[in-house]
């Protein structure tokens, strides 16, 4: 439970000369910073205040050394001082809090149910280099608990909601903490526009840009000198799907990332080689399919594996997108419009 935040009302029920109504009074309260470094907490010129006055355009915020003033209509303020504590909490949890937080924190507190938002958002599945790895949205603290819980996971939802890179987060987690041997990352090299033949190089050198995104990945999870160590010796591994044929994955995390882009056969495929002690995850956007062809594996094995035990599916929404704000309205806008394609008989 978030402790009460220290403050006080003035002149409660009661208006400024000529301002609001009687029957929605002004309100002032106080929240006071601690626990938090300030600075940090408020951001490069005071970003998360204008991001808190974005979601709240009815209250005035002010921080002033560690002192936080909000002020406006009664009930405005006692919703955006819940977002303040809940953030604060955030903050003195994970040591940080990053812009997505207080827009997911005010939806959270809108919807008034479940666990708040500091237990949903605040717990780092890791940490590198003072930067902390954590679920921001619940949608995404659902799908990490998943990953948890059950064998086999599917992680389906539009780019940007952190499908992959929580993925990782939990494999790199499973190895220090010895739960697996082996890290395997894998998706299909698919081409997407040019032929692989026409690239230079020999064939690692025209599948690695196919594999460069889980090479950065893994690289932010870790430190830079123990990634080349342990790719070396084998503990992880980067390789196209392809080469997963014939194989027994036993003590290992393994991940099939843009599995949007797998064959059925293929899907069916990787799926059957897990081994003792393994946990798999699968992700992939559904909107997103490159194959030649209109049958995609993800699309299919949902039907297929649906309710069967000790696999989830995790659908992740535009909700949960962490990039920029508009990547989530992209994602609205073209989902409308191609069930309007659909209702139309696909016509452009």
Same mark, same amino acid.
């Given at each position: 439970m978030v402790p009460e935040p220290d403050a006080r009302d003035l002149a409660a029920?009661?208006?400024?000369?000529?301002?609001?109504?009687?029957?929605?009074?002004?309100? =002032? #309260?106080?929240?006071?910073? @601690?626990?938090?470094? *300030?600075? /940090?907490?408020?951001?490069?010129?005071?970003q998360l205040i204008a991001d808190l006055e974005r979601q709240h355009p009815q209250v005035e915020f002010h921080a002033r050394d560690h002192v936080m003033t909000l002020s406006g209509p009664a009930a405005e303020v006692k919703a955006a001082e819940q977002v303040v504590a809940e953030v604060l909490e955030v903050a003195r949890r994970s040591g940080a809090v990053s812009r997505h937080d207080v827009r997911e924190v005010t939806r959270m507190? =809108? #919807?008034?149910?479940?666990? @708040?938002?500091?237990? *949903?958002? /605040?717990?780092?599945?890791?940490s590198v280099r003072g930067h902390s790895v954590r679920p921001q949205t619940q949608g995404?603290?659902?799908?990490?608990?998943?990953?948890?819980?059950?064998?086999?996971?599917?992680?389906?939802?539009?780019?940007?909601t952190g499908k992959t890179y929580l993925a990782m987060a939990k494999a790199v987690q499973a190895l220090q903490r010895r739960e697996v041997a082996k890290i395997i990352l894998t998706r299909p090299a698919v081409e997407a526009g040019e032929r692989l033949g026409y690239l230079p190089g020999t064939l690692e050198d025209k599948i690695d840009p196919y594999l460069?995104?889980?090479?950065?990945?893994?690289?932010?999870?870790?430190?830079?000198?123990?990634?080349?160590?342990?790719?070396?010796?084998?503990?992880?591994?980067?390789?196209?799907?392809?080469?997963?044929?014939g194989r027994t994955l036993n003590e290992s995390f393994v991940i099939l990332d843009e599995a949007q882009n797998t064959t059925p056969e293929q899907m069916k495929m990787f799926l059957t080689r897990l081994g003792y002690g393994s946990k798999m995850v699968v992700?992939?956007?559904?909107?997103?399919?490159?194959?030649?062809?209109?049958?995609?594996?993800?699309?299919?094995?949902?039907?297929?594996?649906?309710?069967?035990?000790?696999?989830?599916?995790?659908?992740?929404?535009?909700?949960?997108?962490?990039?920029?704000?508009?990547?989530?309205?992209?994602?609205?806008a073209y989902t409308a419009y191609e069930e309007t394609r659909r209702l139309q008989g696909g016509t452009p």
């Open positions: 029920g009661q208006e400024p000369s000529g301002a609001g109504d009687a029957r929605d009074p002004l309100l =002032q #309260r106080t929240v006071l910073l @601690t626990g938090v470094d *300030v600075a /940090s907490f408020l951001g490069h010129r005071d507190v =809108q #919807r008034g149910d479940g666990p @708040t938002a500091s237990q *949903v958002l /605040s717990e780092p599945i890791l995404q603290r659902e799908y990490v608990t998943a990953i948890d819980q059950h064998t086999v996971v599917f992680g389906i939802g539009p780019a940007g460069r995104p889980l090479f950065d990945a893994i690289g932010s999870m870790m430190e830079p000198e123990a990634v080349p160590k342990l790719m070396a010796s084998g503990t992880i591994e980067v390789a196209p799907l392809a080469y997963m044929r992700t992939g956007d559904i909107t997103q399919v490159d194959l030649p062809i209109a049958s995609s594996g993800l699309r299919i094995v949902s039907r297929i594996l649906r309710g069967v035990e000790d696999i989830h599916f995790s659908e992740l929404t535009s909700d949960d997108i962490v990039r920029h704000s508009l990547v989530g309205r992209i994602v609205d």
